[in-house]
Structure formats: C-alpha cells, structure tokens
Nanobody
Framework: EVQLVESGGGVVQAGGSLKLSCATS????????VCWFRQAPGKEREGISCVRGSTIGTYYLKSVRGRFTISSDNAEKTVYLQMTSLKPEDTAVYYC?????????????????????WGKGTLVTVSS
C-alpha cells in the first residue's frame, strides 16, 4: 500500500523558513516520481516541483523559484521541501504526491491529473 505522510507545516512569520518532509512507503522509490503541490483557500491546487529517486527536477512553480528547494533522501525514502523567504501568499495546504515515473516523463513537471497517490497534506500559514 502506497503511503505518503507529510510533516513540518506550521505558522511562521513572513521572511521565515520551514522544511517540509514527505515520508513514503509502499513503492520502489526510484521507479516513482514524487512531487509537492499546494492549495491555497479558494484556489486551485498547483504543482511546485518533483523528484524521481535521486534525480531532482528542474521545474519549479514560478512564484517559488529561488526560494523553495526540493530534495530527496533515497535511503530514508523521504522527499523534502525547503522553503525560505516565506510570504503570506505561500499560505496553503502542502501536499505530497506520487505516481509511476513514466507518467511524468523525464521533465518531471508536476501535473495534478497524472498523480496517482496523495498525502493528507500539511498546513503552512505565513503571517505578515
């Protein structure tokens, strides 16, 4: 059974940092793409970035480029999202998702419709 468990969310002041973790299980880590998404209140879910095993995707959501960094630990089967210089508009529920690697291809661009598994999400609130 595929499981994705996010952690690390919380309340932070604008300009602060948080590191989210996604602990994965139930699949071969190198054979799946794992992505971070977020959904702000009243808005559509948007893809942030993805990894495939130790391969880090180069795509980042435009609004977070230069501030967020995705990484992975193959031994721990965990994917991280380091978030810095946080802004109030980063307030959202952050989701970890996974799908067989062939569904995203080598470009690793996160797409809602191609993701098969989702975590329950972790809330990030950035206060001004």
């Amino acid at each position: 059974e595929v499981q994705l468990v996010e952690s690390g969310g919380g309340v932070v002041q604008a300009g602060g940092s948080l590191k989210l973790s996604c602990a994965t299980s139930g699949f071969t880590f190198d054979d799946y793409s794992v992505c971070w998404f977020r959904q702000a209140p009243g808005k559509e879910r948007e893809g942030i970035s993805c990894v495939r095993g130790s391969t880090i995707g180069t795509y980042y959501l435009k609004s977070v480029r230069g501030r967020f960094t995705i990484s992975s630990d193959n031994a721990e089967k965990t994917v991280y999202l380091q978030m810095t210089s946080l802004k109030p508009e980063d307030t959202a529920v952050y989701y970890c998702s996974a799908t067989p690697s062939w569904k995203l291809g080598y470009l690793l661009i996160p797409q809602n419709t191609n993701m098969d598994y989702w975590g329950k999400g972790t809330l990030v609130t950035v206060s001004s």
